[in-house]
């Protein structure tokens, strides 16, 4: 018997199979592009012939901001708590998560007994998420993974005031301009994104362990400033863009047992 | 559609052609919202018919009486007090405040970043889309919070029937003081507007007629605490929301027959909801009519609204008004009584609020609150930061919601409620 658990994001759309004994045989991912539920089935697809599987996984969890738009699932559930049981498994000593996805920020408080206690979620404005990033490497014409280590050269620290992707993008332009090394830029850009996020984390009154997650983590400058805002070391998974689809084939698991 | 009610919208110098726009907005949003539930009580036919004919039949009637010398006392406020405005033998409707309408014309007299209600009842007005505020003979203000104290100067200007009631901020004697102060200045102004006196008799027919309304909802909120719930809480808001149009006597009635086929469900525990779905109280600032987009999100998340804390809810139903005065001025007591009581987070310190909401918590055996703010009413904002603290220690699971009519935030909100559902599930 196979479990899948499907996260199907703003920016890209993730695949998780496990086996009976909830041990990794598959994960896939894929931009989610203009049509989540096209990107949702291709995903589960190629993840299922991965796997080698002959028919389809016995049960399906979706999660994500597309998470209605996957036909297939027998079960949806947000996002928040797939990341907690993803993260969870992975860290059963983790208290605080801090996810930062294409659109979305998201800090969760875990209770001793794995249970989410408490979560907040920016609501409206995209500002310091992935796809912030995103902007400001095209702006700097940098690729997104090289953001991380090209912040770790930086020698002088600089503030960008705007936190309007809008806006940023402008300031960054002008830095650029004005010679300031692109090293310099990227540091400030991840500063900025930090003391936003700090501020989110510190209404969960963070306690470590402190695990980060969605794309953003891969960015280790990032994860360098998160660690000495909260005053821990940040852990990140080994994939921390696959945690939400884990929880989810996680939940499909226990499904079965109900 | 009701194209029966164009003379009269006419007549009352309404621009037909939005007012067409909106109820087809309004329409549509209630078939979704509320038609669509499963296993309604027959007693919500009642409602619905309300609700179809809310700027119909219901405008009518009151024109109708209005030619017979009954005047029309129109409110944005809970704080307006009900039984005066009965005794003087006017009728008291709430207006329109809960949709975005005429947003560009609205931002031209007031800022931006004013609450949702202040803007919408701005763009009724400058839209001539409520035939209830079109109709009123008095339209009474009320000196809450800043937003709507300094709109009401601009108000003013729109137009020519505006009477502002001063409220207190505080629950010292003086301010007490206050309350009555502006009551009996309320009181006097509404024996000039009907030609009306004010007396011992009338003032307990006055209090007879809300009482009851109020004892009616009292019941539907006794019922709502029955586990398996008999009622959604969309239904039960929409009780509330239309005790703000509807002709009283008619209205207790009509609530209290819904009574008693709740009675028979609890009995024979007949659910709306799946068994163990989550209970939760929604509590902050008022939700006028068609401002759904919250209550909808919840019980649209696997859960169920057990209790409004709310001006449309408790806070605005709470407490009865004593009626066993013998003179005008001991019954005038006994109505600032009852107002002085409630808990709207203009008052400061307001912790009688904070209370309320632990009792209604444990009451209504709620798994969960979420505190709902408007965007920019600082008030209910700042109260909500306080409250979780005290939710926390309560041990209360609390979700912070601060929104506006838009259904631009929809899909975000969604996650939020549903993970704060699956949290406390």
Redesign the interface.
């Known amino acids: 018997m196979f479990f899948a658990g499907v996260d199907i994001g703003s920016t890209s759309t993730e695949c998780v199979i496990l086996n009976e004994s909830g041990e990794i045989v598959a994960a896939d991912m894929r931009p989610t592009g203009a049509n989540s539920a096209k990107a949702a089935q291709a995903v589960l697809d190629s993840a299922v012939e991965k796997a080698g599987l002959d028919a389809p996984p016995h049960r399906i969890v979706a999660t994500g901001?597309g998470r209605v738009s996957a036909p297939f699932a027998h079960k949806v559930?947000?996002?928040?708590?797939c990341h907690a049981r993803g993260v969870l498994h992975l860290f059963p000593q983790v208290r605080t998560i801090v996810d930062v996805g294409g659109q979305?920020s998201k800090v969760i408080r875990i209770g001793p007994k794995g249970?989410?206690?408490?979560?907040v979620?920016n609501?409206?404005c995209s500002a310091g998420s992935g796809r912030f990033l995103e902007v400001m490497a095209r702006a700097l014409e940098v690729e997104l993974d090289d953001l991380g280590p090209l912040s770790e050269k930086s020698a002088e620290e600089i503030s960008i005031s705007s936190m309007c992707t809008v806006f940023a993008e402008s300031e960054v332009i002008s830095l650029v301009a004005r010679a300031v090394p692109v090293e310099d830029i990227i540091n400030g850009i991840h500063k900025s994104i930090v003391n936003r996020l700090a501020s989110q984390m510190q209404r969960m009154n963070p306690e470590p362990d402190i695990v980060m997650t969605g794309g953003v983590a891969k960015n280790s400058g990032m994860v360098k400033k998160l660690s000495m805002a909260a005053g821990h070391t940040v852990l990140v998974p080994e994939n921390p863009r696959m945690t939400g689809a884990l929880g989810a084939a996680l939940t499909a698991m226990g499904l079965e047992r109900e | 559609m009701a194209s029966e009610y164009e003379g009269m919208w006419k007549s009352l110098g309404m621009d037909l052609g939005a007012h067409d726009q909106l109820l087809a907005v309004l329409g549509q949003g209630y078939t979704d919202v509320f038609l669509s539930q499963a296993n309604r009580p027959k007693g919500m036919d009642y409602f619905n018919f309300v609700m179809s004919e809310v700027h119909g039949l219901r405008i009518k009637e009151m024109l109708e009486a209005k030619e017979q010398g009954e005047k029309i006392v129109g409110s944005y406020c809970v704080f307006v007090p009900e039984e005066i405005v009965r005794a003087a033998g006017a009728t008291l409707v709430g207006l329109c405040s809960g949709a975005d309408f005429a947003m560009e014309e609205v931002e031209r007299v007031l800022p931006r970043n004013t609450c949702a209600l202040i803007k919408s009842s701005f763009g009724f007005k400058l839209g001539k889309v409520c035939p209830y505020l079109e109709s009123a003979d008095m339209i009474v203000g009320e000196n809450t919070c800043d937003g709507k104290k300094k709109s009401y100067e601009e108000l003013n200007k729109l137009v020519s029937n505006l009477y502002v009631m001063d409220l207190p901020q505080t629950k010292s004697e003086n301010a007490r003081a206050l309350l009555k102060a502006e009551f009996v200045r309320f009181a006097k102004a509404m024996e000039e507007l009907t030609g009306n006196p004010i007396t011992v008799e009338s003032l307990k027919k006055g209090i007879a007629i809300t009482n009851a309304k109020r004892q009616a909802m009292h019941r539907l909120e006794a019922l709502r605490k029955a586990d398996p719930e008999p009622i959604s809480g969309l239904d039960a808001l929409l009780a509330s929301q239309v005790s703000f149009y509807d002709a009283p006597v008619r209205f207790t009635e009509s609530v209290n027959a819904l009574c008693d086929e709740l009675e028979e469900r609890v009995k024979d525990k007949v659910a709306v909801f799946p068994e163990k779905t989550p209970r939760i109280l929604l509590s902050g600032c008022p939700m006028a009519v068609p401002n759904w987009k919250l209550p909808w999100i919840v019980e649209s998340s696997g859960a169920v609204i057990v209790g409004e804390e709310s001006c449309v809810g408790e806070r605005g139903l709470r407490n009865l008004t004593d009626d066993s005065g013998q003179d005008v001025e001991s019954l005038m007591e006994a109505i600032v009584d009852r107002y002085f009581k409630i808990d709207c987070a203009i008052f400061t310190p307001n912790e009688d609020r904070a209370d309320h909401i632990v009792q209604m918590a444990k009451d209504y055996k709620a798994d969960g609150v979420i505190q709902y703010a408007l965007n920019f009413c600082q008030p209910y904002q700042i109260e909500a930061m306080g409250l979780e603290s005290r939710m926390e220690k309560e041990g209360i699971?609390m979700l912070r919601i601060?929104?506006d009519y838009s259904p631009?935030?929809a899909?975000?909100?969604k996650?939020?409620v549903?993970?704060f559902v699956?949290?406390i599930g």
């Open positions: 901001y559930v947000t996002e928040i708590t979305d249970n989410v206690i408490d979560f979620m609501d409206k | 699971p601060e929104t631009e935030d899909e975000q909100l996650t939020r549903e993970a699956e949290m």
